[in-house]
């Protein structure tokens, strides 16, 4: 029996590289924030007795963009088994 010494493409296919699919979760993950604290702004500016609109678009604008980036990771263990196993993360 041989032992064989790992190369550094081992490591390349081991281990995924920073995909596309990756920048999606971080940014699904960072919108969160933003909506969140647009959200606590709102409820600051109601509390208030504010009746400025745009506060209340400030939270639909991360929220827009996290239903898009959502559905896209919704979408993708079932991309996964359509590629015929083949890794989408
Ligand atoms: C608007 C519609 C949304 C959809 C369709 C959606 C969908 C998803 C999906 C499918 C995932 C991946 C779950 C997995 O690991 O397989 C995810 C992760 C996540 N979502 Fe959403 N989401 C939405 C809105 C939100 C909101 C409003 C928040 C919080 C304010 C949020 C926070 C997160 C966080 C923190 C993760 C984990 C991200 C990570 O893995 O780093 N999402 N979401």
Do not use: C, E
Not at 50 to 58: C, E, N
Not at 76 to 84: E, S, T, V
């Amino acid at each position: 029996m041989t032992t064989r010494i790992p190369t550094a493409s081992d490591a390349s296919t081991a281990q995924a590289p920073r995909t596309w699919n990756h920048w999606i979760r971080l940014f699904h993950r960072w919108l969160s924030i933003a909506f969140t604290v647009a959200v606590i702004a709102n409820v600051v500016a109601m509390a208030k007795g504010s009746t400025v609109v745009w506060v209340g678009f400030l939270a639909l604008i991360p929220l827009a963009m996290l239903l898009f980036s959502g559905l896209y990771l919704f979408v993708l263990p079932y991309a996964h088994k359509w590629r015929g196993g083949r890794r989408t993360d």
